[in-house]
């Protein structure tokens, strides 16, 4: 028997007196590299041209070895899941959805964690808080190398939530437990929903909202707070001009003309719910009404003869702050 990695590979009816006297097989498995996780076997070339002087018996019995260890790492564990005595190793969490100190995650999450090998159940013992340290109820289920944890009910807004695995919760197949480990997360804000005029949204619930119409194009505006340096964004949906196609007003936003003192920092197109968008993200120099340098982004989608433009502003040094915000109300945006 000889162990590879964390897998065990038994050979029946080998008679390795003449194998182990001449040292070879140490010298074999030393230069076996198996990489752990790939289940990929590589032999170094300078060995195998040592082999040229072997006898044929011999050959045949790299042959034999080779042969078996690659048919065990191709039957389903290539991701060594197979349990070995030495195998003392703690399994560790390999991903985890959402991401450690995520925000805006939605309040019907489930929380997700990858390990790197298969688990199984260990004491479970599982807590899943929110700020306050108040329990959260959940169901979790434990499949393969997953472990699914599900909230009851839904989430707060804007909570931070902290999952957390006590040691030995989760154990590998051989029976090693994790070590203590937790992740954070924050749910998304409240919002309110916007639905009329052909589209809809969602934007902050805090925010103060309202539409109307100007130079007979319809205006959506919503912000922070009421300040001019406040957070704010400003859509207006109007209609092709000329009679011009999709097509002619996408290709002549290029040449579109922003502000004399703004800066262009990116501009490219992308897909956001099934819509193209173009998007230019600025700054804008201070003047008289704006004491301070701004960041702009600006979208635009055209789409069935109509143009549909988004302006998120907010201060150059706190626009990161609101890009939560500012995501929400494009994320949720579908033309009906």
Not at 4 to 27: A, M, P, Q, W
Not at 30 to 50: Q, Y
Not at 99 to 104: F, I, L, S, T
Not at 308 to 330: E, G, I
Request: hydrophobic content about 35%; charged content about 20%.
């Amino acid at each position: 028997m000889m162990a590879v990695g964390r897998c065990v590979v038994r050979f029946k009816y080998i008679d390795t007196k003449h194998f182990h006297k001449s040292n070879l097989f140490n010298e074999f498995m030393d230069k076996i590299k198996f990489l752990r996780g790939r289940g990929i076997i590589s032999i170094k070339t300078e060995f195998l041209n040592e082999m040229k002087g072997l006898k044929t018996s011999k050959i045949m019995l790299f042959a034999m070895v080779l042969i078996g260890m690659v048919l065990i790492f191709s039957n389903g564990m290539g991701d060594v899941s197979a349990v070995s005595v030495n195998d003392t190793y703690k399994p560790t969490i390999s991903a985890v959805d959402p991401a450690n100190n995520a925000v805006g995650i939605s309040t019907s999450k489930t929380v997700k964690l990858t390990f790197r090998e298969l688990v199984k159940k260990g004491n479970m013992w599982i807590e899943f808080k929110n700020s306050k340290g108040q329990a959260v109820q959940f169901t979790s289920n434990l499949t393969g190398k997953t472990l699914y944890i599900k909230p009851k009910s839904q989430l707060a807004h804007q909570t931070s939530y902290t999952v957390t695995l006590h040691s030995g919760s989760v154990k590998d197949m051989a029976g090693n437990g994790i070590a203590l480990y937790s992740t954070k997360f924050t749910t998304v804000k409240a919002t309110k929903t916007y639905s009329g005029n052909g589209i809809t949204f969602n934007y902050p619930a805090t925010w103060h909202f309202n539409s109307d119409i100007e130079y007979g194009n319809r205006v959506f505006f919503g912000m922070k707070y009421y300040d001019t340096l406040s957070p704010q964004f400003q859509l207006t949906i109007q209609k092709s001009p000329y009679g011009m196609s999709d097509q002619e007003v996408e290709d002549s936003l290029r040449y579109t003309d922003f502000p004399q003192g703004d800066t262009t920092i990116s501009k490219h197109w992308y897909t956001l719910n099934g819509n193209r968008v173009y998007e230019v993200v600025s700054t804008s120099k201070p003047y008289k009404d704006f004491p301070v340098t701004l960041e702009n982004k600006d979208l635009t989608i055209v789409k069935n003869h109509k143009i549909y433009s988004f302006d998120f502003t907010a201060p150059l040094k706190t626009f990161s702050n609101s890009k939560t915000d500012f995501n929400t109300v494009a994320q949720s945006f579908k033309i009906l």
